[in-house]
T-cell receptor, first 111, second 115 residues
C-alpha cells in the first residue's frame, strides 16, 4: 500500500533562518506531488506541484521554493523565513483520476 | 475571492442525529468535488467525492449531494458518531479525479458530535 512520510512534525525557526521540509512517498511510481499550506483561519492553499523529477509548478508568488530530486521525494525550502511563513504545511501525492492523499503535516512557527 | 466557501465554521450535533455540512462554489468549470476529514495534528483524509455528472453519491453513513444549478454541495452523515468530530473540508477541481493539482479548498467546518 502507498504511504507518505513528512517531517518534521513541528518546527520553530527564527525569522531569517533557512527552511527545508522533506516529503517521501512509498508504494507508487511517478506520482504527482504537492505542497499545501494552511495558514491560521484559512483553507488549504496549493503552493507547488510536480508531475515529474525536476518539474515544479508554482501556484503563488512567495518566499518559498520546491524541488523534486527523486521520483518520490519532494522538498520545500526557503533561504530566509518570514513571520508570514508560519503555518501548517502539508505534502500530498496523487495519480490521475484519484483523490489526493496527504501526509500528517509540519507545524511551522516562525518567531 | 473565494471559489469554494464553507460558510459555517462550526456545527454541533447530537450523537445519532444527522449532520449536514454545506459548501458553495462559484466556478462553473469545477467538475469534481471532494470532502476531506481532518483530525488535529494530522493531514486531511479523503472521505467521499462526486463528479458533476451525478447529483448524489453514497458511501455507508456518508452521502454527498450536488446541486449544479445552485452551485452547492452538501455532506450528510447519518447517524452521527462522536468519532466523526473533526474539521471537514470541501474541495473542488476542474480536472476529473482532482489529482492534477489545483484542488481548491474551503476553509473547513468543525463538526462536534456530542454523546
Amino acid at each position: 500500500s502507498q504511504t507518505i512520510h513528512q517531517w518534521p512534525a513541528t518546527l520553530v525557526q527564527p525569522v531569517g533562518s533557512p527552511l527545508s521540509l522533506e516529503c517521501t512517498v512509498e508504494g507508487t511510481s511517478n506520482p504527482n506531488l504537492y505542497w499545501y499550506r494552511q495558514a491560521a483561519g484559512r483553507g488549504l492553499q496549493l503552493l507547488f506541484y510536480s508531475v515529474g523529477i525536476g518539474q515544479i509548478s508554482s501556484e503563488v508568488p512567495q518566499n518559498l521554493s520546491a524541488s523534486r530530486p527523486q521520483d518520490r521525494q519532494f522538498i520545500l525550502s526557503s533561504k530566509k523565513l518570514l513571520l508570514s511563513d508560519s503555518g501548517f504545511y502539508l505534502c500530498a501525492w496523487g495519480i490521475y483520476n484519484s483523490p489526493l492523499h496527504f501526509g500528517n503535516g509540519t507545524r511551522l512557527t516562525v518567531t | 475571492d473565494q471559489q469554494v466557501k464553507q460558510n459555517s465554521p462550526s456545527l454541533s450535533v447530537q450523537e445519532g442525529r444527522i449532520s449536514i455540512l454545506n459548501c458553495d462554489y462559484t466556478n462553473s468549470m469545477f467538475d469534481y468535488f471532494l470532502w476531506y476529514k481532518k483530525y488535529p495534528a494530522e493531514g486531511p483524509t479523503f472521505l467521499i467525492s462526486i463528479s458533476s455528472i451525478k447529483d448524489k453519491n453514497e458511501d455507508g453513513r456518508f452521502t454527498v449531494f450536488l446541486n449544479k444549478s445552485a452551485k452547492h454541495l452538501s455532506l450528510h452523515i447519518v447517524p452521527s458518531q462522536p468519532g466523526d468530530s473533526a474539521v471537514y473540508f470541501c474541495a473542488a477541481s476542474s480536472n476529473y479525479g482532482g489529482s492534477q493539482g489545483n484542488l481548491i479548498f474551503g476553509k473547513g467546518t468543525k463538526l462536534s458530535v456530542k454523546p
